[in-house]
């Protein structure tokens, strides 16, 4: 199946399986941004970006806050003159499986398996927008600067 994250390429899916952190912004019920440092998880096939959380957090009310199918989300990750955002709709899911599938993928990206947490829950995105720039970085020098 062709997605929009699909489509850019593989060093684009190269650069989102690198260890990096990453932002997700969501949009608080009167509209300003709320911007946090996230892992993010991404499949790439399936046009979907997972965030673990706990479900008291505040990106989660603001996706609740939400009318259904309307909680638009943008996450990004940064490296020198490299840079990648999702954007798309996000919803919370609780059901075990769902938890337990984004606790593994994030373990694949990041290393390491959180604890078990009772309050974790999974933002999932719905990617409907994949833009950036992942072409080798330039190298910086001094002289660029000046």
């Known amino acids: 199946m062709r997605t929009e ?16 952190l990453c932002t997700l912004t969501t ?13 993010v998880t991404v499949d790439a096939e399936a046009g979907i970006a997972r ?25 990004c990750q940064v490296d020198g003159g490299r840079w990648a955002t999702l954007e798309g709709t996000a919803e919370v899911l609780t059901h075990p499986n769902a938890v337990n599938d984004a606790v593994t993928r994030y373990g694949q990206r ?7 947490d009772p309050e974790r829950v999974v933002i999932e995105i719905t990617i409907d927008r994949a ?5 080798a ?4 020098t001094a002289d660029a600067a000046a």
């Open 110 to 116: 990041y290393g390491r398996t959180p604890a078990p």
């Open 51 to 75: 965030v673990i959380t706990r479900k008291s957090s505040r990106k989660v009310a603001n996706l609740q806050a939400a009318r259904p199918g309307q909680a638009r989300v943008a996450v």
């Open 27 to 39: 949009l608080r019920p009167d509209g300003r941004p709320h911007v946090v440092p996230v892992g």
């Open 5 to 20: 994250i699909s489509s850019q390429g593989d060093d684009y899916l190269e650069f989102w399986a690198e260890y990096h």
């Open 137 to 140: 970085p330039k190298p910086r």
């Open 131 to 135: 833009l950036g720039h992942v072409g």
